[in-house]
C-alpha cells in the first residue's frame, strides 16, 4: 500500500478528501492530515509519504515552500497540488517543485480519480525501475569474479591499454594494481591435466578450480600481494605485485611457488608444474612476463612434472631438429623382430636422447617420432601377417595415449614398454610361449585372490613388463586381468557363502575387498542377486 498525506487549511477539503475517497481501490492508505505546511512538514518527515495532497495557499507556510523542503529531503514522493487560483506564477512554481499535478478547487472526483491513477501508476512504474536495477546490481555483483577474471587475462595478454582506462577499470573492480610498481607472473599447470580432467564430471571440474584458486590466493595473501584467476583449462595464473621494499622478492617468490605447489599436492591431491616468469618493471610489461613464465612451465616435457621452473634454469641446447632416419628406422626393425629387450631400449635411446637437447619444441618433435615408432611396430606385425583385430585396437589406443603424455621421460617409457610387448609378442607367436604365460598368471591369481593385487605384482611375477602383461591376457582370453581377478574372487565368495557360519563382511575381507558395500554391488552385478539373497537360495 502507499502512504498518503493530505495538508490543506480548509478543515472541509480535508474532511472530503478523507472521508469520500476509497483510497484503498487506488492501493493507497491515508496516513494523516495537516492544516499548514510546518504541521503537514513534520508529518510528512515522520510517516514518509509516498504522495502529498497539499493546498498551495496557506497561512504560515504555503504548499510552495513546504513541497520544497519535501523535495530536498524525501526526492522520491510525489507531491499533487492543490489550489483555488488559476494564476501563472503558482503553476510555475509548481513546475519548479517537479509536482506530480496540479488540481483547481472545487476538486472533482472524476479529474481527483484521473490524476491519482496517473500518480499510482508512475509510482509503480518506478518501483518497477528500481526493483530491476536491484536485480541488475545482484547480478552485477554475482558476475564480479568473472569479470575480475576477463579483465585479468587481457591484462597479460595484451599490455597497451591507456593508464586512465586501467586505473578505471581497477578501482570499479576493487583490484590494487598500481601502474609503475613491478610485477611478476607464475602460470601454474596441471599435470595429465586430460587424463586426470577426462574422467570429472563438470561440477567437479568446477570444484577443483575453485578449491585450486582459493589455496594459490591465500598462498600469494601470505607471503606477497597479487591476484590468481584461470587463464584457461587447466592452466591458472598467479599475478604477483612487487610493492613491499622490506620483502627480498626473490627469495619471498620461490619459496611461494614452492609452497603453491606442495600445498596443492597435499590438499588437492594433484601435481602442478609452476613456470615463474621474468621481472615486469610495470603493468605494461606483464605480457612480456606471462610469456617468460608459459615458456618456463612448458619445459615439464623435459626437466619434469612437479617442478618449480625459472627461465634461469633453463640451459639454450641445439636448435636444429635431429631426424629418425631410414638406418635407424631399420635397426630398430631388427631389434623387435630378435625379441631382444635391451637391443629395443638401446635403439630407443640412440633415437629419443638426442630430442632431450632440443629445447625449442623438442617434445613436439619426440612425441611425432613416437607415434612414427608405434606405426612402424604395426607395420612390422602387417608384414609377419600377425596383425589381428587385438593388435590393431591396441595400436589405436597406444598412439591416443601417447598424445595424452606429457614429458621426455613418460614417452620415452610407454613406448619403450609398447614395443617391447610387440617384441615379445612376435617371439611368443613363433615358439607357443604365450600359453604358459597366461597359465602363469591364472595360477598366481588363484593363490593370491585375496590380497590387494596389482598389475605390477602380476608382471614381476612372469617377468614381463604390466604393459606386456596387460595387452597378452586381454588378446589371449578376450578379457582384462582386473575382470579375471573378480571372476575368480566371486566365484569364491559363492563357495564361502554356502557356509552360514561365516559372516557377510567376513566373506567380503576373503576374497580381497575391504569395502562391504562395494562387493555387495560387484556380486549383485555379477550374479543377480546380493549376498544375502543368494545365500537364502542355498
Known sequence: MYKLVIVDDEPAVRGGLSKFVEWSNYGIVLA??????DTGLELIERVKPDIVLTDVMMPVMDGIRMSREIRERLPETKIVFISGHNEANLLRSAL???????????VKRTELQKVIEGVVRDLRSEEMDRQRLKDMEVKLTQSMPLLREKFLMALIQDGDAKPEVLRERAAFLNLELPMETP?????????DAREMLSCRSE???????YSLLNVVQELI???LHGYAFENRAAEFVGLLVLDDPMKDPEAALLLLAEEIRDNLKRWLNISVTIGVGERADNIWMLPASFRHARDAADQKWYMGKNQVITMDSLEVGVASPIRFDSSQSERLVSALKSGEKQQVEFEMASILEPMAQIRKDGFKYGRQVGLQMIALAGRLLLDL?????EKEEEEAWALDRLLKLETMAELTTFVSDYLYSICCWIQEKRSGRSSNVIEQIQKFISENYAKNLAIAEIAAYVYLSQTYVSLLFKQETGETIYEYLMKVRIAKAKELLADPRIKFYEVCELVGYTDPSYFSKLFKKMTGLTPSAYRDQQ
Open 32 to 37: 494523516g492530515t495537516a492544516d499548514d505546511g
Open 96 to 106: 519548479q517543485v517537479h509536482a506530480a499535478d496540479y488540481i483547481f478547487k472545487p
Open 183 to 191: 610485477y611478476l607472473v607464475l602460470v601454474i599447470t596441471i599435470d
Open 203 to 209: 561440477r567437479d571440474k568446477q570444484l577443483l578450480s
Open 221 to 223: 595473501d601470505q607471503y
Open 385 to 389: 601377417n600377425l596383425l589381428s583385430r
